[in-house]
């Protein structure tokens, strides 16, 4: 049978208009559709990192970060016996243009940072992190323990820098022991502070809380005989001596680790922001138990690591908190370490 034929017409504007959309309806539809993103995952990836020190494996461990209260608590302390005075008051301005150096305005993230020790025969952990002290932020150092490769029952032994919450806090979270087969070591002049009713009732103000929070901490450890305070020149763990460096509490300490020659201070506090108290050290805190003396100790210990050379592993600089102190032109600088990604025992 034929085809009759159809008589053509030309078609409207309008007409022409919507057959063009459907041609480029039809064509979008053909192709494939992008690809959806991921959900956002939110978490930092976590935070540990690992190199040697001579025979040594050391891991940085975070316990997280907050942000540290720049504008109440920073001070400034004379070169004159005088008591210290908020830096806002004695020198405006300065806290706010020495972060601006860093692009850096408040809050300013400070970390918080712990040092595990696998000396080979013992697995010794230096500092713990808040715990649950300072909330959800601050209490990730066991999370992080885990995923790098430890378990808490592994550490043999912890020695704390000083019994201030941030430190000794993680070794108990919620008052119960986390590390039940450690021994706890802490100096036994910052034990002795801490722990005793009377030095309580006649700190300061801003000293007052803190005493709870460190009898917390430690009341299960010594309920269980596991809390054992040295004296400087007590024997340690080989490799490892406490450096007695008070100020900021009345038994503060530093911890020189050394394997194969190589050397590693952990310092404590000795500095919380180190883009104000570098160029300044004179820069104290408000819960410095003596501000002058951790003045005296922050200078000698720049200048010993600024001529010697040796690693500093900090407990509040951005983490891993590894770096070097240097001198130039008669001012202190920090230099952090080198990121080694596929670190390697020695032979």
Known sequence: ??????????????????????????????LPLPARAAAFAEHQAPGFYRF?????????LSAGTHPFPIHEVLTK????????????QAAPGKANALLAESNLTVP????????????????????????ALYGEC???LLNNLRSSGYSPEQVDEIYITHLHADHVGGIAPGGKI?????????????ANYWLDAANEKKAPPL??????????????????????????GDTMSPGIMPMPTPGHTPGHTSYQVESDGQKLLVWGDVVHVFQIQFPDPAV?????????????????IFSDAAQKGYLIGAAHISFPGLGHVRARDGNFYWVPANYDGSPKASD
Not at 11 to 29: G, K
Not at 178 to 190: L, P, Q
Not at 207 to 214: A, P, Q, R
């Open 1 to 30: 049978m034929a085809f009759l034929p159809v008589p053509l017409r030309r078609c409207t504007a309008a007409e022409f208009w919507q057959l063009l959309c459907a041609a480029i309806f039809l064509s979008a539809a053909a």
């Open 52 to 60: 040697y020190l001579g025979y040594f494996e050391i891991t940085a």
């Open 77 to 88: 302390t004379p070169a004159t016996p005088a008591e210290p005075v908020p830096l806002d």
């Open 108 to 131: 300013v993230q400070e970390s918080i940072n712990a040092f595990l020790v696998n000396t080979g025969t013992k697995l010794i952990l230096i500092d713990s992190g808040a715990g």
């Open 138 to 140: 601050c209490g990730q």
């Open 178 to 190: 986390a590390f039940k087969n450690a021994i706890v070591r802490a100096s036994r002049a910052d």
């Open 207 to 232: 000293l007052t809380g803190m005493f709870e929070s460190e009898r917390a901490a430690l009341t299960p450890y010594v309920k269980a005989g596991k809390f054992k305070p040295f004296a400087y």
């Open 284 to 300: 104290t805190v408000a819960y410095d138990s003596d501000a002058r003396g951790a003045l005296a100790e922050r200078v000698a």
